[in-house]
């Protein structure tokens, strides 16, 4: 079966590539040029809102890069007989990401997450990563509205910038800001930063290999289940109505 470059899934283009090749390929070189890029690592929750919200559909769509991140969208890709090479977790491509950072001490910028774990977030990654620097960080719950905070992110020059607002608001917000920046990586990392803080453990490697991380958080987090029910919705209209 021929393997195609992107797989398309309910109009969102996934690109079809390991983590390894889309550090390698596109993410370093794009970072050593300071291109500016566009990541939605996208699950079936994120597709399922663009089909409920067309506004949010164009900000992914415009996305320089949509990653498969969830088993469900890699599991439809194969039902749909076009299957993506491999689920690219976001946290893991986050940490990727930062130890290249700490390779060539770029600058990273850390938005998002409570106050609390944003001050964590910043903790960890100096233990961490100590020789990438931390251009600044802020809490994520303020208005998509005010400028003040992109343009301070702008004046700390940063080459990352992670994006934890949870979705929507982290691709809203990268979209609507993005022109104003003149070069950065902006990633949505969703609940990465509670993750890489252990305030939100990540499943065991077990569960992941089964790949059950998203049960196990749905053990952990029970009131996530009106969210899980959209991956079930999700796999539903790939099964039964060929979407
Ligand atoms: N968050 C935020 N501002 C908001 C809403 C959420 O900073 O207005 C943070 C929240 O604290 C968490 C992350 O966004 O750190 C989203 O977490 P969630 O587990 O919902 O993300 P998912 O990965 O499921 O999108």
Redesign the pocket.
Known sequence: MELKKKVEMMDIAFLNTTKQALLKDHLEPALQKQEKTFIVTANPEIVMKTREDEEYKQIVQSADYVIADGIGIVKASAIKKQPLQERIPGFELMVDLLDYADEKGLRCYFL???ED?SEKTVQTVAKNFPDLVIAGHH???FDLDDERIAADIKRAQPDLIFV????P?QEQWIARYLDIFDKGLFMGV??S??TLTGEVPRAPKFWIDLNLEWFYRLLKQPFRWK?ILKVFTFMFLILFKRE
């Open positions: 998002g997450a409570r774990v809490h994520g719950f934890a607002l949870g979705l608001r969703g609940g930063f509670d969210r």
